[in-house]
């Protein structure tokens, strides 16, 4: 169990820092604006957890405009991709024994 145990990563304790995983788990990369919509949170909410994940290593960001507009993507990488599945993993250990 304390194996398992330390395998959960705390950046994704959160919620919110989990959905942004998930969505960038199961597509190439998203918009600020998706994640926004998809996760139904305030501009602000979100951008502190993507600084999280960005800060973590675990996302990467990508700026460049579109019609004038900025436009902000973002994208797993390597080590949030293999940190997210660890994670993953043991969360399901976890429910298993219990």
Known sequence: ???????LDKAFEN???????SVLSVNSR??????????????????SHLKSLE???????????????????????EEGRSAFDKHLKALEEFLKQN
């Open 30 to 47: 998203a918009s600020f604006n998706h994640l926004k919509e998809v996760l139904e949170v305030t501009d602000g909410n979100l951008a």
């Open 55 to 77: 800060k973590s290593g675990y996302i990467l960001v990508s700026k460049s405009f579109r019609d004038r507009k900025p436009n902000t993507n973002y994208k797993i990488t």
């Open 15 to 21: 919620k919110i820092r989990l959905g942004i995983m």
């Open 1 to 7: 169990m304390k194996n398992i145990i330390q395998n």
